[in-house]
């Protein structure tokens, strides 16, 4: 990442997520320009940054907040025994 405010500010709150729960609420964009001394327009950079890369998830109206780390599900197959019944194993004679 280049050197420029937005890296700073996204290398700043990648710090303070890392000690973070999932759903904690990062400060305000106006605590954010205050504490990194940044345009309103910079530290919403910074923000899409992290968003984009999954770390931070925004809601309009309420806030940006840590995401919790998704882990993979086995997949579901039991629609299929719904639909085509069991399996019906056949033993050699």
Same mark, same amino acid.
């Given at each position: 990442?280049?050197?420029? +405010?937005? @890296?700073?500010i996204?290398?700043?709150?990648?710090?303070?997520? &890392? +000690?973070?729960? $999932?759903?904690?609420r990062? $400060? +305000?964009? =106006? @605590?954010? !320009? &205050? /504490?990194?001394? @940044?345009? $309103?327009v910079?530290? /919403?950079?910074?923000?899409?940054?992290?968003? @984009? /890369? %999954?770390?931070?998830?925004? =809601?309009? %109206? !309420? %806030?940006?907040?840590?995401?919790a780390?998704r882990?993979? *599900?086995?997949h579901?197959?039991?629609? /299929?025994?719904a &639909?085509l %019944?069991?399996? *019906?194993?056949? +033993?050699?004679?």
């Open positions: 990442m280049s050197n420029d +405010s937005s @890296a700073r996204v290398e700043g709150l990648r710090t303070w997520i &890392a +000690s973070a729960p $999932p759903g904690a990062l $400060p +305000s964009t =106006r @605590a954010l !320009v &205050a /504490q990194y001394a @940044a345009s $309103p910079t530290v /919403q950079r910074a923000l899409r940054t992290l968003a @984009a /890369q %999954g770390v931070v998830e925004s =809601r309009p %109206g !309420v %806030g940006t907040f840590v995401r780390v882990v993979a *599900r086995p579901d197959y039991g629609w /299929q025994t &639909a %019944g069991a399996p *019906r194993h056949h +033993s050699p004679a």
